[in-house]
């Protein structure tokens, strides 16, 4: 019996491909260390559990809801943004998803067709391309080199857009895999970019609440009063809060989008879960003191990780983020797929091959260091520098 194409065409998960590497490991180097999914190393404060589990036992909770999200939750976000962006951003503008995967997804399926296409910059956030990839809309890779920082240049994007139409630019930023951070300049003259192709610029900040304060606010482009017609924001709020398990993410678009967004809506998730809504529209304000200490947390991580890798002889340190980093193999080395199967296999350490995320990574390792701790994270040069003495 025939399946769909498109689907067979898509690459098969990442994660659980690393899954597998990992299982052939026998413990010699000690316990297995798993840098390979963006999860919070840390868990969620008492207090929001606590309301996850009463609205999860409420009467209020177990029915339908509206289509976009409930009002309250959309309400907070939208203060949110305003604070952290200094624009305005009201509730209309906002329509909460059961998560961000699944807000990429029904964007796309908002602004492409099948046999249409969407620039990506490369390293690309791998379900980015595969959520294109099972519509039958092409990806065109708009190459981020490490010479660069891993951040890509506008007049790169206009002169591939001339021998390749799109309907969009995605850009995520802080970056996955690379953890860049994209200079407020640059994301204006993409902005603008795609505003004079008629273009749709569909920014991902996904990782923007671990942003410092020297980085924020990020962009203006909320500043714009046009931005409604060209603009899609996503957002997620599982890093952030630590409820992956709760699948919630958000759209900021204006009302042309939103109105045909709706229907996406209502096909494919009905209403977003219930329980986390009501939960997350009281920790937005009311846990940004938390949120703060995270961020705090997550830049000592940073810092230790760089400092630790910098000691690797051979080893380099191409980029480093908010929850990545993204690590260049040695000279000699085995290229990245068989080198992360090795490093699985032989010393317990998984990380996620450079070409999980598009062409021309075959160097390159993403390292998802925020999931794990400091005493977890001293371990990961000597295993690192015990696997290239053997495979050297």
């Known amino acids: 019996m025939m399946l769909s194409a498109p689907l067979l065409a898509t690459a098969e998960p990442p994660i659980p491909a690393a899954r597998i590497w990992a299982a052939r490991y026998a413990g010699a180097a000690g316990p297995a260390l798993d840098l390979t999914q963006a999860v919070p190393g840390y868990p969620p404060p008492p207090e929001l559990l606590a309301r996850l589990a009463e609205a999860a036992g409420s009467l209020a909770c ?54 249409e296409a969407v620039m990506l910059p490369a390293p690309w956030y791998f379900n980015h391309q595969m959520a294109l990839s099972m519509r039958g809309v092409r990806a065109v890779p708009l190459p981020a080199r490490a010479e660069q920082g891993f951040v890509p240049d506008p007049a790169e994007a206009a002169a591939l857009m001339d021998a390749n139409p799109v309907r969009a630019l995605v850009l995520v930023t802080p970056n996955n895999p690379t953890g860049a951070v994209y200079p407020p300049e640059t994301i204006q003259a993409f902005a603008e970019l795609c505003r004079a192709r008629g273009v749709w610029l569909v920014l991902d900040e996904t990782y923007r609440d671990f942003l410092t304060e020297a980085q924020s606010p990020p962009h203006a482009l909320f500043g714009d009063p046009a931005w409604r017609d060209g603009l899609v924001h996503l957002y997620s709020f599982s890093k952030a809060y630590c409820v992956p398990g709760h699948r919630l993410g958000a759209v900021a678009a204006g009302p042309g989008f939103r109105a045909q967004l709706a229907k996406a ?3 494919w998730q009905i209403c977003p879960a219930r329980p ?18 995270n961020r705090a947390l997550m830049a000592e991580r940073a810092r230790l990780f760089r400092a630790e890798i910098g000691q690797l002889p051979g080893w380099r340190l191409d980029a480093i983020g908010t929850y990545f980093a993204y690590l260049r193999l040695p000279d000699g080395a085995p290229d990245a797929e068989a080198a992360a199967a090795s490093l699985a296999e032989t010393q317990g350490l998984m990380t996620l091959p450079g070409p999980f995320f598009g062409p021309g990574q075959q160097r390159h390792l993403r390292l ?4 794990a701790g400091a005493e977890v994270l001293a371990q990961v040069p000597g295993r690192l520098e015990e696997w290239a003495r053997q495979a050297g």
Do not use: H
């Open 62 to 115: 177990a029915g339908y809801g509206p289509i976009d999200g409930d009002a309250q939750l959309r309400e907070a976000l939208a203060a949110d943004i305003s604070g952290f962006y200094g624009a305005d951003v009201t509730a209309a503008d906002i329509a909460i998803t059961a998560g961000c995967n699944l807000a990429f997804a029904m964007t796309m399926a908002v602004l492409a067709a099948p046999g």
């Open 265 to 267: 809506l209502d096909t």
């Open 276 to 293: 986390a809504q009501a939960a997350l529209a009281w920790a937005i304000p009311a846990l940004a003191a938390w949120r703060a200490g």
């Open 368 to 371: 998802a260091f925020a999931n």
